[in-house]
T-cell receptor, first 116, second 112 residues
């Protein structure tokens, strides 16, 4: 069974600085997708970024980028120029690319605080 | 706004009771997923439907059941409620099983 581990329950960053959130996963599959979701106090789950395992190039979305290390099964999220609105819970998630299920497997989350 | 709607937003009920949570997927989405978010278990997948048929089951208790109707909305039924069932229940939808999932705002269930 696949598992996702986020080893940092809480992180803090100064506004305008850069922070990296860690995520490791375990799978025997070769085809899969990885995601970072943001959950602000409103509780809404917001997709931040996604990475296809077959792509070597790391995904980037504006101030958000990932460092995907397939061999190490590591998938970290870097937030540049942190803003107060980035304060939220961040969840790393895995989804198989096979079969017809498609459910997400989540890590426990990292609570990010942004200091003004 | 993801386009996925969930009702009610909040639900407070007593132990032993039964409740129904409702989800309307985005227009055109055929697949619906239910997730439970609790403090001790985190975010867990419960069950998936695709075009009215059950497609996958996760950590769903026998006291819980779900269905997807012909108009594609889905309902999650929780019975014989226990204190530990208090959680945030999310519905997500996607065009097809391996497509992007869009989450609803969730239903906060409190069992007293």
């Amino acid at each position: 069974a696949q598992t996702v581990t986020q080893s940092q329950p809480e992180m803090s960053v100064q506004e305008a600085e850069t922070v990296t959130l860690s995520c490791t996963y375990d799978t025997s599959e070769s085809d899969y997708y990885l995601f970072w979701y943001k959950q602000p106090p409103s509780r809404q789950m917001i997709l931040v970024i996604r990475q296809e395992a077959y792509k070597q190039q790391n995904a980037t979305e504006n101030r958000f980028s990932v460092n995907f290390q397939k061999a190490a099964k590591s998938f970290s999220l870097k937030i540049s120029d942190s803003q107060l609105g980035d304060a939220a819970m961040y969840f790393c998630a895995y989804r198989s690319a096979r079969g017809s299920q498609g459910n997400l497997i989540f890590g426990k989350g990292t609570k990010l605080s942004v200091k003004p | 706004d993801s386009g996925v709607t969930q009702t009610p937003k909040h639900l407070i009920t007593a132990t032993g009771q039964r409740v129904t949570l409702r989800c309307s997927p985005r227009s055109g989405d055929l697949s619906v997923y239910w997730y439970q978010q609790s403090l001790d278990q985190g975010l867990q997948f419960l069950i998936q439907y695709y075009n009215g048929e059950e497609r996958a089951k996760g950590n769903i208790l026998e006291r819980f059941s779900a269905q997807q109707f012909p108009d594609l909305h889905s309902e999650l039924n929780l019975s014989s409620l226990e204190l530990g069932d208090s959680a945030l229940y999310f519905c997500a939808s996607s065009e097809a099983p391996l497509y992007e999932q869009y989450f609803g705002p969730g239903t906060r269930l409190t069992v007293t």
